[in-house]
Nanobody, 126 residues
């Protein structure tokens, strides 16, 4: 069992940056794959990015590739999402997800992940 808590969301102007953090409980964090999803009002929750247990493999949605960077600090039980060049369409609630050792199905599918945080709001103004 792992508990996840996101932080770092807020209001930013288009072109700005934010860094989201997801702190995980438990001593086995380093064995988990971690992911970020987001959900805009009236839309389905969609995949943003994921990272494997070692940090050696990362994946990104096409919509954020080149602008967002996922990383993890296993010593701090934390995964990060650095978001640059933010656009109004990035506005959403961002959720952290975990699966051990890997998602049960495709990494970009919501139901493949086992644990979820409560989410943090990101609002990008134009």
């Amino acid at each position: 069992q792992v508990q996840l808590a996101e932080s770092g969301g807020g209001l930013v102007q288009a072109g700005g940056s934010l860094r989201l953090s997801c702190a995980a409980s438990g001593r086995t964090f380093s064995t988990y794959s971690m992911g970020w999803f987001r959900q805009a009002p009236g839309k389905e929750r969609e995949f943003v990015s994921s990272i494997n247990w070692s940090g050696g493999s990362t994946y990104y949605a096409d919509s954020v590739k080149g602008r967002f960077t996922i990383s993890r600090g296993n010593a701090k039980n934390t995964v990060y999402l650095q978001m640059n060049s933010l656009k109004p369409e990035d506005t959403a609630v961002y959720y952290c997800a975990a699966a051990a050792p890997v998602p049960r199905g495709s990494y970009y599918v919501r139901d493949s992940w086992d644990y979820w945080g409560q989410g943090t709001q990101v609002t990008v103004s134009s």
